[in-house]
């Protein structure tokens, strides 16, 4: 696994003025511990949640039962709910990601949708940037994958807006 550059993803978010929140599932609060050690994280990082259970999705987040029975809750639908749930419960936050996936066999696995699957809402400026990826090994891989994966594409969507003129 490439080892990601959070001082530099950091260094971003502090250029910019801006601050995350983070809804982990199935990444279980790796992205978090990832970012720990970053210089300068403690102005950047408001908090992290991890909502393994649907139960935790439900009662932390706001997801809706009808969306985890239609969509399960390894899902875009979730993930954007997840996202939006976090914004509600610290609108400060000016970035809010939510991630959630399959690591392992069982739960919503369909042919369409493997283990392996992972599912990233990226909620920044009221967009959702939504993201669907997979992601191959055991479940420890998959983990650090989608992690590395967020990470690039914050990375993206900081330096598109940095680039982008301003109004």
Known sequence: M???????LTKQFIQQKLTLA????????????????????????????????????????????????????ESQQTTNEMALGLHRH??????CVAVTGL???GASETPDKPVG???????????AHEFR??????ALKIREQATTFIFDKLA????RRQAAPSN
């Open 156 to 159: 993206e969507l900081l330096e």
């Open 103 to 105: 690591c392992g066999p």
């Open 22 to 73: 983070l809804a982990e599932s199935c990444t279980c609060g790796l992205v978090a511990a990832q970012l720990a050690p970053a210089f300068g994280i403690s102005q950047v990082l408001l908090g992290s949640v991890v909502t393994y259970h649907i139960e935790a999705k439900q009662k932390l987040l706001g997801v809706k039962k009808a969306t985890l029975a239609t969509y399960s809750a």
């Open 117 to 127: 699957t992972v599912f990233v809402t990226i909620l920044l400026e009221g967009h």
């Open 2 to 8: 490439k080892t990601p550059n959070v001082d530099a």
């Open 90 to 95: 610290l609108p400060q936050a000016d970035v």
């Open 133 to 138: 990826q997979h992601f191959a090994g055991g």
